[in-house]
C-alpha cells in the first residue's frame, strides 16, 4: 500500500484535476490510499464565510457560501458526464448541512463553526475527484475519513485518538480489501460526531498518519513545486533544490517556519521509518525530494524568513531576577492561550520573546503576564533563520538591517529585524 496526498493546488481547476487522475492511472498497480485537499483556495473561502457567520451577517455568510457552491457546482458539471446527477445529490447533502447551520444564531464557540463549515471544502472536492475518476475508469472508493480518524474536540487543533482510529480503521474496506481508495485530509470527527479540523494544512499530517497506520510504503505529497527547496524561490532567486533529507532536517526546518510540509507529519513516517517523497504534480517523472532516515551530507544553507513577528519585553517589577516561579507561570500561559515562542531571550531581569503577531493571543499573554512582569510591545518584526549557516550568507543577509538580536548556535542562525 502507497499513500500519495494532492494538495488544493493539484484540484484547483478542471485540468488539473484531469492531470491528477493520470498520476494515479500510472500508479494504480500498487493498492493506494488518497488523501486530497479542497480544491485551490477553498479553505480561505470558508474561512470567509465562518467568520460572516459568526459576525451575525447571516446574509453575507449565505451569499459567500453560494459563490463556493457555485464552483464546485461548475467544476462537476465540466468533469463528470454519467454520474453527475448521483455526484449532484452528494454534493448537495453537503450543502444543505452547512446551510442549516448558517441559519441559526451562534451560540457556540468560534472554533466549533469553523470547523463544521470548513470541513465541507475537503467533502467536496474528493466527492467530486472520485466520481471523475471512476468515470475514468479508475475504479475507486470513497471514504469519509470522519468515520474513520477520530479526534478529541478540541477544534481547530483537535488531537488524534489513535486507539479508536485504529480501530475504526480495522472496520473499513481499507483493511477488507485492495484497490485505490479516495479520502479527506484534515478532518476528523469527535465521537459525538461532531466535524473536527486539525489546524490548516493538516492534509499532509492525515497522510502521514493513514501512512503509518496501514505500514504503507511510502507517502508521496504531490505539490506544484519541484520538491523541496533550501529558500522560497519567489523571496531567494538563489535558492536550490535539495534532493534528499532526513526527518530530522525536516523537523527543524519545520519547526523555524519553514512551509514546506505540515510540522506533525513526519513523527508518524519517522516511527514507522516511511520515507515521504515530496514530488511536483506538473512533472511526475521528476525524482523530487526523498525525505528518509539518511542523513543528508552537504546540505546547502536552507533560509526560513517569518515576517509578522512581535517581541514581548518582560521586565520584572522591582529589579528582582527572573525567577523559575514567573517562568513557570509564563510558560503556563503560553500554553492556556496555545501558542508557541519562535526566540526566547533572557537576562537577569528581563525576558524577550518572540511571536507570530496573533494579536488575540498576544493581548491575553500581555494581560496575564502583567501580573508579574511589566510588559512591553515590539510589533513589525521579521524573523530569519538560517540552517548549515555560512559566515558571508549571514553577514549579506543581515547587511543593512535594524537588528534587534540574534541567536547563534553551530547549526542554526536565527537574526530578529525591523521589518
Ligand atoms: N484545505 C486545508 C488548508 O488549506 C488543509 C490542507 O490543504 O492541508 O489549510
Ligand atoms: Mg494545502
Known amino acids: 500500500m502507497k499513500v500519495f496526498k494532492f494538495?488544493?493546488?493539484s484540484v484547483s481547476s478542471?485540468?488539473?484535476?484531469?492531470?491528477?487522475?493520470?498520476?494515479?492511472?500510472q500508479n494504480s498497480d500498487a493498492s493506494l490510499m488518497i488523501i486530497i485537499s479542497a480544491m485551490g483556495k477553498t479553505t480561505n473561502a470558508l474561512e470567509k464565510v465562518v467568520d460572516s457567520f459568526f459576525a451575525g451577517k447571516k446574509e453575507e455568510a449565505l451569499s459567500l457560501f453560494q459563490a463556493v457552491k457555485q464552483n464546485h457546482l461548475t467544476t462537476a458539471k465540466y468533469l463528470l458526464i454519467t454520474s453527475y446527477n448521483q455526484t449532484l445529490e452528494e454534493l448537495v447533502n453537503f450543502f444543505t448541512e452547512v446551510e442549516w447551520l448558517l441559519h441559526d444564531k451562534p451560540v457556540q464557540d468560534y472554533d466549533y463553526y469553523y470547523d463544521q463549515v470548513v470541513c465541507v471544502?475537503?467533502?467536496l472536492s474528493t466527492?467530486?475527484?472520485s466520481a471523475y475518476l471512476n468515470e475514468s475508469g479508475i475504479t475507486n472508493q470513497w471514504l469519509d475519513v470522519r468515520d474513520i480518524l477520530r479526534t478529541d474536540d478540541n477544534f481547530r487543533d483537535a488531537g488524534i485518538c489513535w486507539d479508536v482510529t485504529v480501530e475504526n480503521l480495522a472496520k473499513s474496506p481499507i483493511s477488507s480489501s485492495s484497490g485505490i481508495f479516495i479520502t479527506q485530509g484534515f478532518i476528523g470527527s469527535t465521537d459525538e460526531n461532531e466535524s473536527t479540523t486539525l489546524g490548516r494544512e493538516g492534509s499532509d499530517y492525515s497522510a502521514a498518519i493513514f501512512a503509518n497506520l496501514l505500514n504503507a510504503q511510502s507517502l508521496t505529497i504531490w505539490k506544484d513545486v519541484e520538491g523541496v527547496m533550501s529558500a522560497d524561490p519567489k523571496e531567494f532567486p538563489a535558492a536550490t533544490f535539495i534532493d534528499a533529507l532526513s526527518y530530522n532536517e525536516v523537523i527543524e526546518m519545520?519547526?523555524?517556519?519553514?512551509?514546506?510540509?505540515?510540522?506533525?507529519t513526519i513523527k508518524p513516517l519517522q516511527n514507522k521509518k516511511i520515507p515521504l517523497l515530496v514530488k511536483c504534480f506538473t512533472n511526475p517523472s521528476a525524482a523530487g525530494t526523498i525525505i528518509s532516515l539518511k542523513n543528508a551530507k552537504g546540505l546547502p544553507p536552507i533560509v526560513v524568513v517569518k515576517q509578522f513577528q512581535v517581541l514581548l519585553h518582560l521586565h520584572t517589577h522591582d529589579f528582582s531576577f527572573v525567577g523559575e516561579k514567573p517562568m513557570s507561570r509564563f510558560y503556563e500561559i503560553l500554553?492556556?492561550?496555545?501558542?508557541?515562542p519562535n526566540l526566547i531571550q533572557t537576562g537577569a531581569v528581563s525576558l524577550q520573546v518572540c511571536f507570530d503577531d496573533k494579536a488575540e493571543k498576544i493581548d491575553k499573554i500581555a494581560v496575564a503576564a502583567g501580573d508579574f512582569f511589566e510588559v512591553q510591545l515590539e510589533k513589525g518584526l521579521t524573523l530569519l533563520t538560517i540552517r548549515h549557516y555560512t559566515k558571508e550568507l549571514l553577514?549579506?543577509?543581515c547587511l543593512g538591517k535594524d537588528v534587534v538580536f540574534r541567536q547563534q548556535s553551530k547549526e542554526t542562525v536565527q537574526v530578529l529585524y525591523h521589518a
Open 14 to 25: 478542471v485540468d488539473r484535476i484531469k492531470n491528477v487522475g493520470e498520476i494515479i492511472r
Open 335 to 340: 500554553s492556556e492561550v496555545k501558542i508557541k
Open 7 to 9: 494538495g488544493g493546488a
Open 121 to 123: 471544502g475537503e467533502l
Open 395 to 397: 553577514e549579506e543577509m
Open 127 to 129: 466527492c467530486i475527484v
Open 254 to 264: 519545520a519547526f523555524y517556519g519553514a512551509q514546506v510540509i505540515h510540522p506533525k
